[in-house]
């Protein structure tokens, strides 16, 4: 079927041939596949916590609110490494005992060389306001010398 142009049948202009067959199907590709949205979506280190995954995204976005899923992992992994510690010897020889108190001596040694970093830095910012603003350095330092006495 020709369609009305000035210059006469469909074989003149092909590409408005196409875009008129074709115009119908463009809506289907330009859709979303999916029109459903989540409700208070959230992220945590690329983890999306929504009604798929969670039963109360609110409830769980307000408990990591005041404690990490880090910190619970850590006070669950400390209680676990005491209740570890109780057992007797052969009983720690389990694999799957061994593989966490590996990971667990993995964790606190990350945690050890952020702690070293992080007093480095404290020491190079003491450094740096000592060439500012030395009686604040000195009133910092006895803060220190004050807890180093306790």
Known sequence: ???PSDTG????QPMNYWYAALRPF???YAA???LDQ???PWTFAGLVVNENNSSDPATEHAVVGKDSYGRQLGRISDALACLIDTLAEHEKKN???EAFLGMKAQIDEIKDKAQ????????????DLRQRDEPTFYERVERISA???K
């Open 1 to 3: 079927m020709p369609l």
């Open 9 to 12: 049948t469909w074989l003149a």
């Open 26 to 28: 463009f809506a289907l």
């Open 32 to 34: 979303p596949g999916s």
């Open 38 to 40: 989540s409700i208070l």
């Open 95 to 97: 694999k799957a005992i």
């Open 116 to 127: 070293a970093a992080r007093f480095d830095k404290v020491l190079a910012d003491l450094a």
């Open 147 to 149: 807890l180093a006495s």
